[in-house]
């Protein structure tokens, strides 16, 4: 049974469409260097990122470097803010050792940067050198195979493990002792370290068909001839060493003796092992890759500029006010009849401030306010309801509950009237003629005289004349 969180693939005919699948992208943190080879005078530069859940913002984060005895990385720690949901930041770092060699493991932790709780962790592996490979030129051989196979001398320098250096073995072949040698330029003063070799790396480790075994190292001035060909005296050599059957790289220690500045070296193989550990000695020799080292001047560690561009949530301004608006609020007052219910609104000021609150009734016997300002009147009475920001501003809405049978009273002042606009009172009057209208001669004079005078002024009047109904 696969394990939760597992995603797993079934036949169209068994699961049909419900073989749907939500994938949430967790918060992470990865890193990479530019160079897992380090040395005091060349630094490394570490590169973190760290990626907000898909769903999620981080809040504000503090990666901080763990290195090993021996190393130094700068800065101790870089703080970021809150990244935004489904985003990522960077956090650049140097790092470089100062005794150190060897395997080497940096190790992040990225932390809450408010609380200090751990959310996650990276690592990158590194090797440590002391000493840093010199320029190499002017390469010979004692033989090379460019018959059978391209094999020349320049294959044990071109830095690439995938090509070696093989002494010749088509038709008469060259026998031991092998060599190779090459100018070394460490700088002026500056002297060559260590030899280190590697053997080829296409043969399986059972089989490696003849690796190194017996070597020694010779080490002349550059100034004893015009090239690494035309030395006659190599003298004695400055080093030997015995390779264990492996295609592991091997490193030759030098003494302090060598002489500072250009050199000739020859690095010379007197013997070699067998096809395999256990079989006679081959005649033939390979070299994938021969270099030379120097001790390097260690250089001061610096603090990398960090990234202006990393993404960050917008901080949100405090909330200032917050007021309540709805259908029939006026004046911060609401009637409602029982059982009736509104829906009220919180506006929280500034604009860009938080617009959350909560809501809250004072009676909730007599109303009720659910968490998006739904007002539900319960029963006959007054209550308050509130609405109130993260950081405690709140504004109240005085709700008045009446049952079916009562008239509210008014939410809010009516609206003003100017003077002279007042509407006159009518008042009940006894009907003449048991209700029935009349109009005597004497009225219809009346009223004609009157809409004279008017069509004189310039009026209009319009004249009903009313009919005596006995």
Do not use: C
């Not at 295609?247 to 010379?268: C, N, S």
């Not at 109009?439 to 009346?446: H, P």
Request: hydrophobic share 35%.
């Amino acid at each position: 049974r696969p394990a939760a969180g597992t995603v797993a693939q079934f036949p169209a005919d068994l699961v049909s469409d419900n073989a749907l699948f939500t994938l949430t992208g967790h918060m992470g943190m990865s890193a990479t260097v530019d160079s897992k080879t380090v040395n005091p005078a060349s630094p490394s530069k570490i590169t973190v990122k760290v990626r907000a859940a898909s769903n999620a913002n981080t809040g504000d984060v503090t990666v901080t470097p763990v290195v090993p005895e021996g190393w130094e990385i700068k800065p101790g720690s870089v703080s970021l803010k809150s990244i935004p949901a489904g985003k990522a930041a960077i956090a650049y770092f140097n790092v470089v050792n100062t005794t150190g060699t060897g395997d080497a493991t940096v190790q992040f932790k990225l932390t809450n940067t408010e609380t200090g709780e751990e959310l996650g962790t990276t690592s990158v592996a590194l090797t440590g050198s002391l000493t840093a490979d010199v320029e190499a030129s002017d390469y010979a051989a004692s033989s090379q195979e460019t018959t059978s196979e391209q094999a020349p001398v320049s294959n044990a320098f071109d830095k690439n493990t995938n090509t070696f250096w093989h002494s010749k073995y088509s038709g008469t072949g060259a026998n031991p002792p092998h060599w190779l040698a090459f100018k070394a330029s460490p700088g002026e003063g500056n002297k060559i370290a260590t030899i280190t070799h590697l053997y080829r790396q296409d043969k399986p480790q059972d089989k490696l068909n003849g690796p190194a075994k017996n070597v020694a190292v010779y080490v002349v001035t550059a100034s004893t001839a015009n090239s690494v060909a035309d030395v006659t005296d190599w003298g004695e050599p400055v080093a030997t060493a015995v390779f264990p059957y492996t295609k592991e790289l091997q490193t030759i220690k030098l003494p302090d003796t060598i002489p500072a500045g250009d050199v000739y070296v020859k690095f010379q193989i007197n013997d070699a092992w067998g096809v395999s550990e256990t079989s006679a000695g081959v005649t033939w020799a390979a070299v994938a890759e021969l270099a030379a080292t120097a001790k390097v001047t260690p250089v001061e560690l610096t603090e990398p500029e960090q990234p202006k561009d990393n993404p960050e949530v917008a901080e949100t301004p405090e909330a200032t006010g917050v007021t309540i608006s709805g259908d029939g609020v006026a004046d911060g007052a609401l009637s409602l009849k029982k059982g009736a219910t509104a829906q009220l609104t919180a506006k929280v000021a500034p604009d860009d401030a938080d617009q959350a609150v909560t809501w809250a009734s004072s009676d909730d016997k007599v109303v009720t306010v659910d968490k998006t300002g739904k007002v539900t009147a319960v029963a006959k009475g007054v209550a308050k309801v509130t609405a109130t920001t993260a950081n405690g501003k709140s504004a109240t809405v005085t709700v008045t509950v009446t049952e079916d049978s009562e008239v509210p009273g008014p939410t809010g002042p009516t609206e003003p009237t100017e003077p002279g606009t007042e509407k006159p009172t009518t008042k009940p009057t006894t009907k003449p003629n048991d209700g029935k209208l009349s109009a005597t001669g004497a009225d219809t004079a009346v009223l004609a005289t009157i809409a004279a005078l008017f069509a004189l002024a310039g009026g209009a009047v319009v004249a009903v004349r009313r009919r005596s109904v006995r």
